[in-house]
């Protein structure tokens, strides 16, 4: 198994671009989420999917936009990019709510 | 969720024990405790988790104190990968990952 794969592993945006970071996983997990890792700062809840289908918000959502059409593909849309958004993004996923979770290896985001 | 505090860094031989303690005093008797370990510009990686009980496995052993209030993760014989940032977080039982706080953690240095 591969894991949890994400791409890119690093981009540079300007102000105003948009882009999707890619997120796959292969262990048939229902439970995928994204978050987001600042400098000297702890992991922050972006959006979550407990299923095919089936999205919500976390703590940062603003900006941010995901989807979830296929149980492996978790893809996460920032629309109109600003300098707040750099920052090292994780994708994750887990057998169940409660679950430990498996991390990709982050995509490291800059906007400028 | 009941918030944790770790020492910010953490010094260790390679070869030797690496004792990584955690404070948990508010935590309830229903939160679980949970580690996970992150090595520079990758995801973090889940250790262990316990309840009340000491557990081992093929990484680490989490020795949670009769009060529940602290826990300790040991590293039996640490190398020089492990060294990582390591974060304590506790959970309720019927809670779920969405809900997680993720602090600074503990820096682990494995020296030779």
């Known amino acids: 198994n591969a894991g949890v794969t994400q791409t890119p592993k690093f981009r540079i945006l300007k102000i105003g671009q948009s882009m999707t970071l890619q997120c796959a996983q292969d262990?048939?997990?229902?439970?995928m989420y994204w978050y987001r890792q600042d400098p000297g700062m702890g992991l922050k809840l972006i959006y979550y999917?407990?299923?095919?289908?089936?999205?919500d918000k976390g703590e940062v959502p603003n900006g941010y936009n995901v989807s979830r059409s296929t149980t492996e593909d978790f893809p996460l849309r920032l629309e109109l990019a600003a300098p707040s958004q750099t920052s090292v993004y994780f994708c994750?996923?887990?057998?169940?709510?409660?679950?430990?979770?498996?991390f990709g290896n982050g995509t490291r985001l800059t906007v400028t | 969720d009941a918030k944790t505090t770790q020492p910010p860094s953490m010094d260790c031989a390679e070869g030797r024990a690496a004792n990584l303690p955690c404070n948990h005093s508010?935590?309830?008797?229903?939160?679980?405790v949970y580690w996970y370990r992150q090595i520079h510009s990758q995801g973090p990686q889940y250790i262990i988790h316990?309840?009340?009980?000491?557990e081992t496995n093929e990484m680490a052993s989490l020795i949670i104190t009769e009060d529940r209030k602290s826990s300790t993760l040991i590293l039996p014989h640490a190398t020089l990968r492990d060294t990582a940032v390591y974060y304590c977080?506790?959970?309720?039982?019927?809670?779920?990952?969405?809900?997680?706080?993720w602090g600074l953690g503990t820096s682990l240095a494995v020296n030779p």
């Open positions: 994750a996923s887990g057998t169940g709510e409660r679950s430990p979770l498996h």
């Open positions: 262990m048939n997990h229902n439970y």
């Open positions: 999917s407990v299923g095919a289908g089936i999205t």
């Open positions: 508010t935590i309830s008797g229903n939160e679980y």
């Open positions: 316990g309840l009340k009980n000491n």
């Open positions: 977080i506790v959970r309720v039982a019927f809670g779920n990952n969405r809900k997680l706080i």
